[in-house]
Nanobody, 118 residues
Framework: VQLVESGGDSVQAEGSLRLACAASGIPYGDPCMGWFRQVPGKERERIATMDGYGRTIYAKTRFSITYDKDTNVLYLQMTSLVPEDTGMYYC?????????????????WGQGTQVTVS
């Protein structure tokens, strides 16, 4: 499994941003895919997750997660951004059943993309 994030940027507060995660090598099944955010000194925080049927399991307010099955790209749409949304955003995949809360339960990770809101 390979995950490559893109779309991070520096934006003004109240702006919007869409992150993308190009996924490859995910075997057929019911994976859980998600986005996490990490800031220095803190653990990775769940932002949004979805199951293999395209159902959103969890999403923070102002965030939405979608998956394009034709291109195998996972998206995170972020709106009304605030400075507290600043952080490194990671795409993650879990192949076992379930869509857990904690980052430690996801098996595959991208390299991250930085979002800075000022």
């Amino acid at each position: 499994v390979q995950l490559v994030e893109s779309g991070g940027d520096s934006v003004q507060a109240e702006g919007s941003l869409r992150l993308a995660c190009a996924a490859s090598g995910i075997p057929y099944g019911d994976p859980c895919m998600g986005w996490f955010r990490q800031v220095p000194g803190k653990e990775r925080e769940r932002i949004a997750t979805m199951d293999g049927y395209g159902r959103t399991i969890y999403a923070k307010t102002r965030f939405s997660i979608t998956y394009d099955k034709d291109t195998n790209v996972l998206y995170l749409q972020m709106t009304s951004l605030v400075p507290e949304d600043t952080g490194m955003y990671y795409c993650a995949v879990r192949l076992n059943s379930g869509c857990p809360v904690f980052a430690k339960d996801f098996q595959y990770w991208g390299q991250g993309t930085q979002v800075t809101v000022s």
